[in-house]
């Protein structure tokens, strides 16, 4: 029998609320007056800008002049991922097993797959130069794709079907997949087969980044935060000073983390590695993290697109994003 989900993704989604099954899978969607300020789920750094997916379909992307601009998508239904590949293709993830994609820049979104009767969202994805690539979401759905995300089949990773909730690979090439249970599976030969890591915590982890020399990040419910600078062969907790969920991170260019998550909680790490709070007018949960430059984050989440100037001090000015 299948288990409930997190309390933490529940949460989540209360943010972004699902569309009802009932509604038609291929039901454009509605063309919005402010995108940018609709809740998003998740984004990508590409050549000349940045692309954000989000609820009912919502995909934005960055213009020149500082502005987003709304693009069309083939379906109604919420995307919660989206990843730029090697052959400048661009595919997300969402509800409903649904995958779709890009192929190149100025072509228009098309749908790969959408499967209703698995019931479940597909929550993240990784995908190698080789080809070689795999979705995961909800109940322990995973999917693998050998020919670039174009075609996609279902595979058991884990018996006991946690969630999964983000997919990495780490410079040397080392896979990680974490999710609830304290669940951080590690694969060094591409996916091929899958090592359970024991971290001595059984919460839910939302989210992995790796950095450069072996150094890891996984973290989670109640500010939980995990390093391992030794591959995954040893963890230790970084102190946040903070209880809030954390659902995203990203490193700086000197190699300081800043992680974002409920109730608008922005935390940058400081030369001695210990956390700082930023204060700022945004409250809304924060989902994802992009460092647009040296000296500018991105924020994405309930309440749309925000932009942070890091300035001199480890403290950060704020602006809306007009």
Known sequence: MRHALAPAL???????????????LYETPAILTCPECSPINAATQVADGIVAVGQRGLILRSTTDGGWEQQYAPIRRTLNAVIHTGDDRLIAVGQDALVISRDSPGASWTLIQADPTLDAPLLDLWIGNEGRGFAVGAYGLALVTDDGGRNWSERKIDAQEPHFYAIREAPEGTLYICGEYGTVLQSRNRGASWTPLTLGWDGTFFGCRA?????ILVYGLEGMI??????????????TGSSASIYDATFLADG??????????????????????????????????????????????????????????????????P
Request: hydrophobic share 40%.
């Open 10 to 24: 529940l949460l989540i989604f209360a943010a972004f609320p699902l569309p009802s099954g009932s509604e038609p």
């Open 211 to 215: 950095g450069h020399e072996g150094r």
């Open 226 to 239: 995990l390093e391992s600078r030794d591959q995954g062969a040893s963890w230790r907790r970084l102190e």
């Open 256 to 321: 300081r983390a800043v992680v974002v998550g409920a109730g608008g909680t922005v935390l940058i790490e400081t030369a001695t590695g210990k956390f700082e709070h930023i204060a700022h007018p945004h409250r809304g949960s924060l989902t994802a993290v992009l460092a647009r430059n040296p000296h500018t984050l991105v924020l994405f989440g309930e309440g749309g697109v925000h932009t942070l100037a890091l300035a001199d001090s480890p403290h950060f000015r704020i602006r809306r994003e």
